[in-house]
C-alpha cells in the first residue's frame, strides 16, 4: 500500500513564499505621490488557504524606498485606478453561499461612494474609468431571472432548468457576463454618494453576444470584448484559449443622467478582421486612440499575438505588431506571445508613448517596449547570467516601470525601473522575500542551464540540479502542458523543491512551444502524440550523451500535467525501457472521448483535424485519435504510474485518468491513483498541490529503492 513516507521536504516553505501578482501607480507628483501599491498572494498551508497581502512603496527624491505589509482584505475581487491617479475603485465581495458584493469609491483615503450591489447581480469581474472620473464601467454575472426567489413565481417552469453554457474550466459559474455602470456628479459641492446610480447595460436582442473587458472612452464611446457563441450554440472553454470567436466591439452609451435600472447600447461596429480573436482592450494615456491584441481564430489554443491601434477620430486601425513567422536571425525578436496588456501599461520617453508589457522570448519571460508610433519593439531585460524571466506590472510616466523577476534558482522580488532616454534601465529592488538563511544556502546550491537540443530547432530544454549533481543523479523529463505552454526560467516550487531533494529536473520546451516564431507553434498541429513525445525523448536521449544524466532503472522519470501528462504517458509507452516511473496529472490519454469537455475543438485541431459547430466523433475520426493517444500503447507500459486526479475537472474528462488507471491494473501494471474530488483541471487547492508534489516525490524514491 502506498503511504506518505513522512520524510522532509523544502516544497512547503517554497510554495509559501509570497508572489506578486499586479501593480499600480497612485497619488499625484508633488502631494507625496506616486505611491506603488502591490499586490501578493500567499499559500498558507495550516489554514489550507491562499490569502492577499498589500505593499505601499513610497518613493522619495533620492530614491529610497519604505513599505509596509498589509495584510488585505480577502473579499477584494479587482481593483483599479483612475486616468488621474487620484482615485481608486473596488469590487468588494465576501466569501460564502451567502455572498455579499459592494462597489466602492474611493478618494486617497476618504470613501466617496460604498453602494451594496449584491441583489443586483451576481460575481464582480473587471472595472474601468471614465476619462471624466464620473462613471465606473465594470463586468459582473448577471442574475438568473428564472431562479430569483422573488420572481420565479411569474417564470415560466421551463425557464428555470433551461440549459445555460458556460464559459468552461475555471470559469463554470459565468454565463451571463454583463457591463454596468455606475455613474455619480463629481460637480464641485456634490456628495457623490447621494447622486450615484448602478444601470445594466445591455446589447439589442439581435446580438447574440456576452461582454466583458471594457474600457470606457470620451463622448461615451465604450470597448468590450465581445464574446461570440459557435451556430451550436456552444461557447468554447476561455481559460488558456485564445483563438475564441471574439472580437472588440465598438458601442455608445446613451445618457447616464436618467433614472432608469437599465440601458439599451447602441452598436457602432465590430473592429478588426473576422478570423482575428480580439481581447484586451486600453485606451491609450491621451484618450485619442484604443489598442488591443488579437490571434488567429481556430486552430492552436494559443499563438502568435498581434497588437492592433484604432484612432477615435478616424477610425483608422493599424496594425503595430504583427505575426512573426519566424526571427530574423538567431536569438532575434520571436513576436508577441500571451503579452499582458494593462491600464497601466503605458510609459513616455522622450516624450513619445510606449506601451510596456511581458511576452516569451525562448525559455524566458521578458519585458518589451513597443512605440504607440511606429510599432518598434525594444527589449529592456536581455538575458543575462541570472537567467531571470520578468512580469511587467505596472507603468508611470517618464519612464518608470514596476516589474517581477525570478530565477528558477531565487524566488520573485519586485523591482522599480528607471528606463532613460537612451532606453538604458537602472533598477531598485523595492521587495524581496527575506527568506531562511538554510533556504538560502539551499537554493545556491542550484543551477540552471538552459540547453538546445541538436537537430531539433527550436527545442531546448531548462536544466535544473544541483550544482553537485552527478550523471547517476535520477533525471526527471517534464514537459510542459498546452501543448502550446511554456517552460521559462521562472522560479517554479515544485520543480525547485525536486531538485533540492537530488533530482535533475528537465523542463522540456519541444517544438509548438510559444516564444520561438509562429511556424513552430504551426509545426505540431497535426502531430500531438509524434513530434512532441520525439522532441521529449531526444533531449531525454541527449542529456545522457553528454554526460547530464544516466539511463537504467532507476535513473529516468518522467512527470507531467494535462498534455505533458499526455507526453508523459506516451513516453512511457512508446519508451518502455526508459522511464521507472511516471507521475501524471489530469491527463489525455484517450483523445476520442471528448463528450466532457470544455474545449472539444482541441480534439481536432491539435490532431490535423477540421472542426465546426456540426463537428461530431465519427468511426473514422475516433480511429484516428485513438492511433495517436497513450491508450494505444498501454500494453507496453512497464514504468510505475502514479496519477492525480482532479474530479470536477471540466477541461480533461476524469474518466481519461479512471479509464488509464484500470487499463494498467488490469494488465498486471503497478499503478496508483490520488483522485482530489474539490479539484479541477489544474488541481491548485493549497493541500492539493502539497500532496501532489509529496506523493510524486515518494513514488519516485519508492520506485528508485525497489
Known sequence: MFKQSGKHGFYTELSEIAFPISASFHGLEGLGGPEIEVSFTQKLHDLDATRTLSSTFFVTSTATVSSEFVLEAS??????????????????????????????????????????????????????????????????????????????????????????????????????????????????????????????????????????????????????????????????????????????????????????????????????????????????????????????????????????????????????????????????????????????????????????????????????????????????TPVDSGQFSWSFLASHDNGRIVCARSSCTSPSEVVLGYINDEFIVSWTILWNPGLRLELLQQLSQLEVFVIPIPDRPPVETVLLRRKSAAPSAPCICWPHGGPHSIHTTEFTPAAVAFALAGYTCSLVNYTGTPGYGENYIRKLVGHCGALDVQDSIATTKYLVEIGVSEPGYGKQFTYGISH????????????????????????????????????????????????????????????????????????????????????????????????YYHALKGRGKIVEMLAFPKDSHSLNGVETTRICWESARDWFDLAREQ
Open 75 to 380: 473579499d477584494i475581487e479587482a481593483s483599479g485606478i483612475s486616468p488621474s491617479g487620484t482615485r481608486k475603485a473596488i469590487l468588494r465581495q465576501s466569501s460564502g453561499e451567502s455572498a455579499q458584493r459592494f462597489v466602492e469609491i474611493w478618494a486617497g483615503n476618504h470613501l466617496e461612494i460604498s453602494m451594496d450591489v449584491t441583489e443586483m447581480h451576481d460575481e464582480l469581474k473587471t472595472l474601468s474609468f471614465s476619462p471624466s472620473e464620473d462613471t465606473l464601467l465594470y463586468g459582473a454575472e448577471a442574475k438568473d431571472s428564472a431562479n430569483n426567489k422573488k420572481s420565479s413565481s411569474e417564470v415560466d417552469p421551463y425557464a428555470r432548468f433551461r440549459y445555460t453554457p458556460t464559459f468552461g474550466e475555471g470559469l463554470s459559474e459565468t454565463r451571463r457576463p454583463t457591463l454596468y455602470a455606475l455613474h455619480w456628479d463629481n460637480s464641485p459641492g456634490k456628495i457623490p454618494q447621494s447622486s450615484a446610480t448602478l444601470i445594466a447595460l445591455s446589447l439589442p436582442s439581435n446580438h447574440a453576444v456576452l461582454l466583458g473587458q471594457a474600457v470606457l472612452a470620451a463622448h461615451n464611446r465604450i470597448f468590450a470584448t465581445g464574446y461570440e457563441y459557435m451556430d451550436s450554440g456552444r461557447l468554447l472553454g476561455l481559460r488558456g484559449c485564445y483563438n475564441r470567436p471574439q472580437a472588440i466591439w465598438e458601442l455608445h452609451l446613451p445618457d447616464l443622467s436618467r433614472q432608469t435600472p437599465s440601458i439599451e447600447l447602441t452598436v457602432a461596429a465590430k473592429l478588426g478582421a473576422e478570423d482575428r480573436s480580439g481581447r484586451c482592450p486600453q485606451l491609450t494615456p491621451n484618450g485619442a486612440s484604443v489598442t488591443w491584441i488579437s490571434n488567429q481564430v481556430g486552430g492552436a489554443h494559443s499563438s502568435c499575438t498581434a497588437l492592433h491601434l484604432m484612432s477615435l477620430s478616424s477610425g483608422k486601425i493599424e496594425t503595430l505588431v504583427n505575426t512573426v513567422w519566424e526571427p530574423l536571425h538567431k536569438g532575434g525578436f520571436p513576436g508577441l506571445y500571451e503579452p499582458a496588456i494593462t491600464s497601466q501599461g503605458f510609459t513616455s520617453i522622450s516624450g513619445k508613448p510606449w506601451l510596456v508589457t511581458s511576452s516569451y522570448w525562448g525559455s524566458r519571460s521578458t519585458i518589451l517596449l513597443i512605440s504607440m508610433g511606429d510599432g518598434e519593439v525594444k527589449e529592456i
Open 564 to 659: 505533458g501528462g499526455f507526453v508523459a504517458a506516451h513516453l512511457i509507452g512508446q519508451y518502455p525501457e526508459m522511464f521507472t516511473a511516471a507521475g501524471i496529472r489530469n491527463p489525455a490519454i484517450s483523445c476520442g472521448e471528448v463528450s466532457i469537455t470544455d474545449i472539444p475543438d482541441w480534439y481536432f485541431f491539435e490532431f490535423g483535424l477540421p472542426y465546426n459547430s456540426k463537428s461530431i466523433m465519427t468511426p473514422e475520426t475516433y480511429a484516428t485519435l485513438f492511433a495517436a493517444s497513450p491508450i494505444a500503447h498501454v500494453d507496453k507500459v512497464q514504468a510505475k504510474v502514479l496519477l492525480h486526479l482532479g474530479a470536477n475537472d471540466l477541461r480533461v474528462a476524469p474518466t481519461h485518468s479512471i479509464m
